[in-house]
Nanobody, 117 residues
Framework: QVQLVESGGGLVQAVDSLRLSCASSGRTFSRYYMRWFRQAPGKDREFVAA????????YYADSVKGRFTISRDNANNTVYLQMNSLKPEDTAVYYC??????????WGKGTLVTVYS
């Protein structure tokens, strides 16, 4: 069983930055496909960013491209989301997601990011 715990959310002003962390208990973390999703109030959960076990392979939603950076530290079983130039529309609960080689999905409980103008 894999447990994911997000941290780093908070209340920030527009154009500020935040770094989210997602710590995993998985023993084979380095092989997981890691993603960040977010869900704004009244909206569906949406994809934000992803990183394969090869750290160079990253993917971003168009809405965050150039502002957010996903990275991973396999030695510490942690994935990060560096968020720069935050906008009020980035306000959401951010969820960490892991997909194992067998296709099993794991979710964290989320961390709230609130951006005010």
């Amino acid at each position: 069983q894999v447990q994911l715990v997000e941290s780093g959310g908070g209340l920030v002003q527009a154009v500020d930055s935040l770094r989210l962390s997602c710590a995993s208990s998985g023993r084979t973390f380095s092989r997981y496909y890691m993603r960040w999703f977010r869900q704004a109030p009244g909206k569906d959960r949406e994809f934000v960013a992803a990183i394969r076990w090869i750290p160079g392979n990253t993917y971003y939603a168009d809405s965050v491209k150039g502002r957010f950076t996903i990275s991973r530290d396999n030695a510490n079983n942690t994935v990060y989301l560096q968020m720069n130039s935050l906008k009020p529309e980035d306000t959401a609960v951010y969820y960490c997601n892991a997909r194992s080689l067998g296709g099993i999905l794991y979710w964290g409980k989320g961390t709230l990011v609130t951006v005010y103008s």
